[in-house]
């Protein structure tokens, strides 16, 4: 059965970096995109970007551009996340999901989530 | 960036139909996946590619997507139904593809 398991919950000061993992297990790991969706506390989900993890070509949305990095292993079928320059607002859970075979698939497996909090 | 428009909550009666709209400019040209989230759960697909169902979601989820809004219908609603629900669209268009609603509040009265 596909699986998506991430790293443990963060706690980081202002200015630092995380840097978030997502193992998959269960299927063929570089025939899926995978994708990074965030979600703030009461607040709605919030798409970062993806990754392809064949060649690990991304895109990132704007407002993350150059404060994002995902990359992937292969070896391990592991994806990583890694925000940087990190301030409050960034407090949120951190979402790794499959998508399909093309970028329009929909995100039809999802991690159990990585609470990052960023507090002085 | 493609926008997405979503009823804040929306309130039904067990065993009653619950319709849960996505508005977006022309939505009816675009593909859209439907979310599931329960408190303090990772998101659960429950419908794609506008009416498409994943297996293990009960066949009373039910979807449609025409013209400028896009609906997901629920049959003799549960109170295990209640939950956030979320539209998705790609936008190919877009610096910014993945496009979410901001969600709807679906409670069970």
């Known amino acids: 059965q596909v699986q998506l398991v991430q790293s443990g919950a963060e706690v980081k000061k202002p200015g630092a970096s995380v840097k978030v993992s997502c193992k998959a297990s269960g299927y063929t790991f570089t025939s899926y995109y995978m994708h990074w969706v965030r979600q703030a506390p009461g607040q709605g989900l919030e798409w970062m970007g993806i990754?392809?993890?064949?060649?690990?070509?991304?895109s990132y949305a704007q407002k993350f551009q150059g404060r994002v990095t995902m990359t992937r292993d292969t070896s391990t079928s592991t994806v990583y996340m890694e925000l940087s320059s990190l301030r409050s607002e960034d407090t949120a859970v951190y979402y790794c999901?499959?998508?399909?075979?093309?970028?329009?698939?929909?995100?039809?497996?999802w991690g159990q989530g990585t609470l990052v909090t960023v507090s002085s | 960036s493609y926008v997405l428009t979503q009823p804040p909550s929306v309130s039904v009666a067990p065993g009653k139909t619950a319709r849960i709209t996505c508005g977006g400019n022309n939505i009816g040209s675009k593909s859209v996946h439907w979310y599931q989230q329960k408190p303090g759960q990772a998101p659960v697909l429950v419908i794609y590619?506008?009416?498409d169902r994943p297996s293990g979601i009960p066949e009373r989820f039910s979807g449609s997507n025409s013209g400028n809004t896009a609906t997901l219908t629920i049959s003799r609603v549960e109170a295990g139904d209640e939950a956030d629900y979320y539209c998705?669209?790609?936008?190919?268009?877009?610096?910014?593809?993945?496009?979410f609603g901001g969600g709807t509040k679906l409670t069970v009265l």
């Open positions: 998705q669209v790609w936008d190919s268009s877009s610096d910014h593809p993945v496009v």
């Open positions: 590619y506008d009416s």
């Open positions: 990754i392809n993890p064949s060649g690990g070509s991304t």
């Open positions: 999901a499959r998508g399909g075979y093309e970028t329009r698939d929909p995100l039809d497996y």
